[in-house]
């Protein structure tokens, strides 16, 4: 029985290590299959443009671009800590200078589409994160959903929504680059 019991915990202990190491791998090929899907994002360095846009009915019903363009660079202070918001240097003819080295910079995008005047209110929120040229499809993140148009207004329900996409795109730029 001692050695059954001895041999039962040594499978247990053998098994235990191949489950962490099969973790391990795991979370080895979903670092693969990120860095494959968002390649172009993996020299991104600065961005040079953090914008919102309101589409549909969002401002008939009062949604304000300004605040939530003041939300989204506080959201992205926040979150890109170490990728800094700048101007991209033009040249004499307003393109980008020829010393600037594009792989390196990348924009940040928010479109809040509404649809309805009242009740129910439904809403798109799309973020798009990608570099300034070239390359793949960046990054995308959507939020789908519907609530009274006093709530969209006046409740946290759309900043909410754009903060969970924020923190999700970061961690995803952070993790492809290997600093998370």
């Not at 010393?99 to 910079?105: M, S």
């Not at 329900?157 to 961690?171: G, H, P, W």
Request: aromatic share 10%.
């Amino acid at each position: 029985m001692i050695k059954f019991l001895l041999l039962l915990s040594t499978a247990c202990a053998l098994l235990s290590c191949a489950s962490a190491v099969t973790e391990q791998e795991d979370s080895a090929r979903r670092l693969s299959v990120a860095r494959s899907l968002y390649y172009d994002l993996t020299d991104v360095r600065q961005f040079y443009f953090v914008h919102v846009d309101l589409a549909g009915s969002a401002e008939e019903i009062g949604l304000d671009r300004k605040e939530l363009a003041e939300f989204l660079r506080l959201r992205f202070k926040n979150f890109f800590t170490g990728f800094p918001l700048k101007e991209l240097p033009p040249d004499k003819n307003g393109s980008p200078k020829d010393d600037v080295v594009e792989r390196e910079w990348a924009y940040l995008s928010v479109t809040v589409w509404t649809v309805g005047s009242d009740y129910p209110v439904a809403y798109h929120i799309n973020l798009t994160m990608r570099k300034l040229r070239g390359g793949g499809g960046g990054y995308e993140d959507a939020s789908l959903g519907y609530a009274s148009a006093k709530a969209l207004k006046s409740e946290r329900i759309l900043k909410d929504a754009i903060s969970d996409m924020m923190e999700r795109a970061a961690v995803k730029l952070l993790k492809i680059q290997g600093k998370l």
